[in-house]
């Protein structure tokens, strides 16, 4: 079956550490990575998206994601965690025409 | 401002009933997806959209029916509501496909009692 796992359900971390949250996945092909936020009661934001190319990813945020094509994984990382980091975070996958999130890592930054 | 709106924000029917959710887009997106939040499940795809009058299932869509008459708007109806379909519903856009970010409304909380 085709899925996308986050394999932790809470991460904690002190403000100023780094941080990882980790995703895997099994699909078939070549599929498109995402990585999005969402704040309670908010719908989620777009994060930064692995397409081809460079493994390691920027995007919003100071977040970054490492592709690893031989372990199926795109983790998101933050050099510095901040307290406002803290919220919920999706892994998502496109993989021909069929949409998969993971079911989300709870992020807590304390201060 | 442009966006994505979904309403009602909250809402509580009984077992049975037809229920409609809305979805407005001012993007102009081509695609539109909803998505149901359950705890444990992550985001579910029930129904997602390519353009006006083109519709697809997605991994969950018994239940529910969606339209798509016009390029801003996906409304979600749940024909007989049953309490399996109590959860956050979610409605996103997107200007295209696999390379494309969605865009998310800020969900539907649907209790069906």
């Known amino acids: 079956a085709q899925s996308v796992a986050q394999p932790e359900d809470q991460v904690n971390v002190a403000e100023g550490n780094p941080l990882t949250v980790k995703c895997t996945y099994s699909?078939?092909?070549?599929?498109?990575l995402f990585w999005y936020v969402q704040y309670p009661n908010r719908g989620l934001q777009f994060l930064l998206k692995?397409?081809?190319?460079?493994?390691l990813v920027k995007g919003s945020y100071g977040f970054e994601a490492e592709f690893n094509k031989s372990q199926t994984s795109f983790h998101l990382k933050k050099p510095s965690a901040l307290v406002s980091d803290s919220a919920l975070y999706f892994c998502a996958v496109d993989n021909f025409n069929k949409f998969y999130f993971g079911s989300g890592t709870k992020l807590n930054v304390k201060p | 401002d442009a966006g994505i709106t979904q309403s009602p924000r909250y809402k509580i029917t009984e077992t049975g009933r037809q229920v409609t959710l809305m979805c407005h887009q001012t993007w102009s997106h081509s695609y539109m997806f909803w998505y149901r939040q359950d705890l444990g499940h992550g985001l579910r795809l029930i129904y997602y959209?390519?353009?006006?009058?083109?519709?697809d299932k997605g991994e969950v869509p018994d239940g529910y029916v969606v339209s798509r008459s016009k390029t801003e708007n996906f409304p979600l109806t749940l024909e007989s509501a049953t309490r399996s379909q109590t959860s956050v519903y979610f409605c996103a856009s997107g200007e295209g496909r696999g390379n494309q970010p969605q865009h998310f409304g800020d969900g539907t909380r649907l209790s069906i009692l």
């Open positions: 699909v078939s092909g070549n599929p498109y």
């Open positions: 692995y397409i081809t190319g460079d493994n």
């Open positions: 959209s390519a353009a006006a009058d083109i519709t």
